[in-house]
């Protein structure tokens, strides 16, 4: 079955990085649209990046653009977020996304929470 295991996520200062991995099994990772979103308390869950299947191509969202990179590693089975100048407001919750043969996947999220 389609498995997405996050990790990465944490406290982190304002202006200060974090990396962001997900894991993905269970289907053939390498044809497939990958995708990170996050949902803030009390918001509905937003689009972050998203990267084509072989990365030739990756879109964002205006909050993150410049400060956010979308990356995947076929060999490994891998998507990444590369979060760098973070602010308050991108505290949330970070979820991996899939749809695969018609049905939409979600991992378990990480928490990011950016404090000082």
């Known amino acids: 079955q389609v498995q997405l295991v996050e990790s990465g996520g944490g406290l982190v200062q304002p202006g200060g990085s974090l990396r962001l991995s997900c894991a993905a099994s269970g289907f053939t990772f390498s044809s497939y649209r990958m995708s990170w979103y996050r949902q803030a308390p009390g918001k509905e869950r937003e689009l972050v990046a998203g990267?084509?299947?072989?990365?030739?191509?990756?879109n964002y969202a205006d909050s993150v653009k410049g400060r956010f990179t979308i990356s995947r590693d076929n060999a490994k089975n891998t998507v990444y977020l590369q979060m760098n100048s973070l602010k308050p407001e991108d505290t949330a919750v970070y979820y991996c996304?899939?749809?695969?043969?018609?049905?939409?996947?979600w991992g378990q999220g990480t928490q990011v929470t950016v404090s000082s």
């Open positions: 996304h899939v749809r695969w043969t018609g049905t939409t996947y």
């Open positions: 990267i084509t299947s072989a990365g030739g191509i990756t």
